[in-house]
């Protein structure tokens, strides 16, 4: 049965309703470099998902939860590439994190889907998957999500990019490539499940 966690209250003690609306995009960008082909994103994963079985000496307890939308594909494809190796079905599940921005109440609200962990946290190793990590604000955000599931015996984090800019004091424990980047520039993780498109990393800039 899966877990649901209750939706937060406002600071007035009402629940708030989410205003999903479209999220702008960053003008004036151009292409500077590919980072990942397919090829290169699905050898990542791979290693990505070997590096978990090396750490943890197995996958007894392990609960990968990616963050919506992009970091629960790819917390789904880990899991089918550990599953591949171990011939062990891993739980999956997907956190929403609009709730739980330290921004929340300073921008539209824009919700990615329902959260949902298949097993009780509690006592678990818990990875949290996501696409790209930077300020570390987002990964904050998933850790008080999280906490509406049980209790975790251990939290990691997973990351196909880490493009440096840190603001809080969060790091991954496993890194599919690190892209150190300017605040001005915007990678731009495609993947087939979610953009319907061949899956890519790219790192665009301001045009010159």
């Known amino acids: 049965m899966s877990t649901m966690a209750p939706e937060p209250p406002t600071r007035s003690g009402a629940a708030r309703t989410a ?3 479209p999220v ?8 500077r470099t590919s ?22 000496h197995g996958v007894e307890e392990i609960v990968l939860v990616g963050l919506l939308t992009r970091g629960a594909v790819l917390a789904r494809r880990i899991a089918d590439a550990i ?13 929403d ?10 921008r539209p609200l824009l919700t990615a889907g329902v959260p949902h962990i298949p097993v009780d946290v ?21 850790l008080d999500a999280l906490a509406g599931f049980g209790r975790a015996g251990a939290i990691q984090l997973a990351v196909l ?15 599919g490539k690190n892209i150190p980047t300017q605040l001005a520039e915007d990678v731009r993780v495609r993947l087939e499940e979610s ?9 665009w800039g301001p045009g010159r």
């Open 24 to 31: 702008p995009l960053k003008a004036d960008l151009a292409l």
């Open 161 to 175: 990019i880490d493009r440096g800019g840190r603001e809080l004091p969060i790091r991954a424990d496993y890194v």
């Open 35 to 56: 980072v990942f082909s397919a090829d290169d994103l699905r050898r990542a994963i791979v290693r990505i998902a070997h590096e978990i079985l090396e750490r943890n």
């Open 83 to 95: 599953s591949s190796f171990e011939k062990v079905e891993i739980p999956v599940g997907a956190l």
């Open 195 to 203: 953009d319907h498109v061949g899956d890519s990393v790219e790192l």
């Open 97 to 106: 994190i609009a709730f739980h921005r330290d921004d929340a109440m300073l």
């Open 122 to 142: 509690t006592g678990r190793t818990v990875i949290l998957v996501d696409d790209v990590l930077m300020t570390g604000r987002t990964i904050r955000a998933a």
């Open 19 to 21: 205003q999903v609306l």
